[in-house]
C-alpha cells in the first residue's frame, strides 16, 4: 500500500502549536517563517518533533517509502490566507521542523495551497488501488473518495462523527481512526480480509 497522510491533526498536533504560540505571546496571525525563529528565541529548549503524534512517527520510520504527505497551506482562519507563497513556505518548514525529511523523501512531500486533489489525482495514477488516504478534515476525505481513492478519517477529537448544516451526522460512510494504532488495525484487518 502506499499511504498519503495529511500533516496537520493528522500527523502533526497543529492545535498543540497554536497553544505554545499563544503561551509564548506569539499571535497566530503570524504565520510568516519568522514565527519559527520567534519561537526558538522564546523557548530555546523547544522541538516541534515533540508535537508529533503517538505512534506517527513508528509509522512513518516502518512504512517511509510508502508514504507521501498531501498538506494544505490554507488556513481555517481566513486573515493568514493572503500570502499563497508565504503560506506554502511556512507549511514546508512547519513539516522539515517536524522532521519529517527524515524519513520521507522530498518528492513525496506535496504542499499545496487549498486543494488537495490535483495532487491526490496525480499519487492515483502513480499508484492506483494501492493508495490510502488519511486526512482530518471532511473536505478532502470526501474529495479523494470522489476520486476513487480509499479515505479514511482521522478523528484526532474522537467525536465519532460530524454533523452537516441540517444536524444530521455526516461522514459515517468512511473508515475512521483516532490514532496511528487504530489506523494499523484498521490497515491489518484489511490484510486479513485479503487472504
Known amino acids: 500500500m502506499q499511504y498519503v497522510l495529511d500533516f496537520d491533526e493528522v500527523i502533526f498536533n497543529t492545535s498543540a502549536l497554536k497553544e505554545k504560540m499563544d503561551e509564548l505571546g506569539i499571535p497566530e496571525s503570524e504565520r510568516g517563517l519568522s514565527v519559527f525563529s520567534r519561537i526558538a528565541e522564546a523557548d530555546p529548549e523547544f522541538n516541534f518533533a515533540s508535537l508529533v503524534f503517538p505512534g506517527a512517527q513508528e509509522f512513518i520510520e516502518a512504512h517511509g517509502p510508502h508514504i507521501s504527505i498531501v498538506s494544505s497551506a490554507f488556513s481555517i482562519d481566513p486573515e493568514n490566507n493572503t500570502n499563497l507563497e508565504e503560506q506554502l513556505a511556512f507549511q514546508r518548514e512547519k513539516i522539515r521542523l517536524a522532521g519529517m525529511g527524515e524519513h520521507i523523501a522530498p518528492q513525496n512531500i ?41 479515505s479514511v478519517w482521522m478523528d484526532r477529537g474522537q467525536r465519532g462523527y460530524l454533523e452537516n448544516q441540517e444536524g444530521i451526522p ?26
Open 110 to 150: 506535496h504542499v499545496v495551497g487549498a486543494e488537495k486533489s490535483e495532487a491526490l489525482h496525480a499519487l492515483q495514477q502513480q499508484f492506483g488501488e494501492k493508495l490510502v488516504f488519511v486526512d482530518d478534515r471532511e473536505k478532502y476525505v470526501r474529495e479523494a473518495s470522489e476520486l476513487g481513492v480509499r
Open 170 to 195: 455526516s461522514m459515517l460512510a468512511f473508515p475512521r481512526v483516532g490514532s496511528f494504532k487504530e489506523f494499523q488495525e484498521l490497515v491489518s484487518s484489511w490484510k486479513e480480509e485479503q487472504r
